[in-house]
């Protein structure tokens, strides 16, 4: 069973924790509780510039989550959608949550007309970039940052 896709809310937090912290552990970083908090509050604020998604399994288990934001470029009218954070837990990859949150990620980006939606992954990161070889394009520009 496709797992069912919904908004994060207010109620999810103690749930989102454990997945937020464990796409943090994946890459090996971490951040202060002060930008766990505020990011969490960011994507509950139905005004706010982040977005959250969960997925939820048959026994409506939070199983996975993904953030995403919009954001004016210089190369288009439209918006474009940043996909910052996606997380499956462990116990439920090949489940389709990966896939059906991005889906869901492109059905949002479509609903405000961006003309893209794009993300970033560690290029050693074999098992999700399969998933992202299927839903996306792979493009050949290298990341730089201060």
């Keep these: ?30 951040v202060p509780l002060e930008v766990t908090d505020e990011t969490w509050r960011r994507i509950i604020d139905p005004d706010g510039p982040i977005h959250g998604l969960c ?25 474009r959608c ?30 405000v007309g961006a003309d893209q939606v794009y993300w970033l992954t560690a290029e050693s990161n074999a098992t999700a970039r399969r998933l992202y070889d299927s839903v996306g394009r792979l493009t050949p520009f290298i990341k730089y940052r201060r």
Excluded at 55 to 79: C, E, K, M, N, Q
Aim: aromatic letters at 14%; zero cysteines.
């Design 1 to 30: 069973m496709t797992p069912k896709i919904g908004p994060l809310e207010a109620h999810d937090y103690d749930a989102w924790l454990p997945l937020w912290r464990g796409y943090l552990d994946f890459y090996e970083t971490s």
């Design 82 to 111: 940043y996909l910052e954070d996606l997380f499956v837990s462990p116990d439920a990859r090949r489940s389709g949550a990966g896939r059906a949150l991005i889906e869901a990620v492109y059905r949002a980006a479509d609903e």
């Design 55 to 79: 997925a939820v399994d048959a026994d409506d288990r939070l199983i996975g989550i993904v953030h995403y934001l919009f954001h004016p470029v210089t190369w288009s009218i439209s918006p």
